[in-house]
């Protein structure tokens, strides 16, 4: 097995993590457990390591406490590899990773709920189309957990947003400046008055934003919202799919998009980034009812913005897109 190199600052909580997550395969063999590859071959597969690579940072991780190793086949016995509660405290720290990467990396330090159709951001996420989410559970606003993805119909419609709040002065300093932030009481309202065209068609909608869950509940009880919410405030869901992220008032934040997902958890379609809510709102609709006829939707962010453009032009010179005059934000 290779050396390793001990951090003698014992009272720096910084070097003593590092220590053990200072290895860069580490962090990404996390967070490809946080996706829902467990298994020795998948992991070997999808990180492209050395299996002696890979089997000693894998015991390493183990002996950390990171991951746990449980056995799934007895003959001949294979063990998978699973985040233990002080592996998913890592969470947090693989989002913030990446919305650097995204920000400083790959973008051009810019604060922004959203991206530009031709960014890397933009062509990972689009890259979910055609993966599976993995089987996880968020809370919901009334205390309980449950699966973003629906089980009793044949699609799910999971829209993310920022954050949408039932008091104004809630909203976090500087809100309305940061660019694609605005509108989720409006995305929220829109799904809520097209709920039977969705019911209809087969899609189970499901909001999903990084707020707490007693947040979620006042917001939905005051715009009578009749699908859930459920929160992703230990970022499980965001680190499983590499969702994008900003962060402001101290609190990571997901962007703005929607995912149309099957019963067998396929993403069928992904509507990133978001230019127009209203248009996002119908594009997920036509890819619910394309993917229940067999075909493949277009629903794309492209099509949304121009969607988002044609409205524009429509409501006048200066008009914002995102919101008709009287939305909240």
């Known amino acids: 097995m290779a050396q390793r190199t001990h951090l003698g600052d014992a009272d720096c909580a910084i070097a003593q993590a590092l220590d053990v997550v200072?290895?860069?395969?580490?962090?990404?063999?996390?967070?490809?457990?946080?996706?829902?590859?467990?298994?020795?071959?998948?992991?070997?597969?999808?990180?492209?390591?050395?299996?002696?690579?890979?089997?000693e940072r894998l015991k390493l991780?183990?002996?950390?406490?990171?991951?746990?190793?449980?056995?799934?086949?007895e003959r001949p016995v294979r063990h998978e590899y699973r985040l233990t509660p002080r592996g998913r405290g890592l969470l947090p720290v693989l989002v913030a990773l990446q919305d650097w990467g995204d920000t400083?990396?790959?973008?051009?330090?810019?604060?922004?709920?959203?991206?530009?159709e031709a960014s890397r951001e933009a062509e990972r996420v689009h890259a979910l189309r055609g993966t599976r989410v993995p089987q996880l559970l968020l809370p919901d606003r009334f205390g309980g957990l449950s699966d973003p993805v629906a089980a009793d119909t044949p699609f799910t419609v999971l829209y993310c947003f920022p954050g949408a709040y039932a008091r104004a002065d809630s909203y976090p300093p500087g809100w309305a400046g940061i660019p694609g932030a605005k509108g989720c009481?409006?995305?929220?309202?829109?799904?809520?008055?097209?709920?039977?065209?969705?019911?209809?068609?087969?899609?189970?909608?499901h909001g999903v934003s990084?707020?707490?869950?007693?947040?979620?509940?006042e917001?939905?009880?005051?715009?009578?919202?009749?699908f859930p919410l459920l929160s992703d405030a230990d970022l499980a869901l965001t680190a499983a799919l590499r969702l994008p992220t900003f962060r402001t008032a101290g609190t990571s934040r997901i962007k703005r998009l929607t995912l149309v997902i099957d019963r067998d958890r396929t993403v069928r379609e992904v509507i990133y980034p978001i230019q127009d809510i209203e248009a996002s709102v119908q594009s997920a609709l036509a890819a619910v009812r394309t993917?229940?006829?067999?075909?493949?939707?277009q629903a794309t962010g492209g099509i949304a913005g121009a969607a988002g453009g044609i409205a524009g032009a429509a409501a006048g010179p200066g008009?914002?897109?995102?919101?008709?005059?009287?939305?909240q934000s």
């Open 22 to 55: 200072g290895d860069w395969w580490t962090l990404l063999i996390v967070r490809d457990a946080a996706r829902g590859l467990h298994r020795f071959d998948e992991l070997q597969r999808e990180l492209g390591m050395s299996r002696k690579v890979l089997a």
């Open 61 to 73: 991780l183990v002996e950390a406490g990171v991951l746990s190793r449980e056995p799934y086949q």
């Open 104 to 116: 400083w990396v790959l973008g051009e330090g810019e604060m922004t709920a959203t991206t530009d």
């Open 185 to 205: 009481t409006f995305e929220s309202c829109t799904y809520r008055d097209q709920l039977a065209e969705f019911t209809a068609a087969g899609a189970t909608v």
């Open 210 to 217: 990084a707020q707490r869950p007693d947040e979620q509940r």
């Open 219 to 226: 917001f939905a009880e005051q715009e009578r919202l009749r």
């Open 291 to 297: 993917a229940a006829t067999g075909g493949t939707a």
């Open 319 to 327: 008009a914002d897109p995102l919101r008709p005059p009287a939305a």
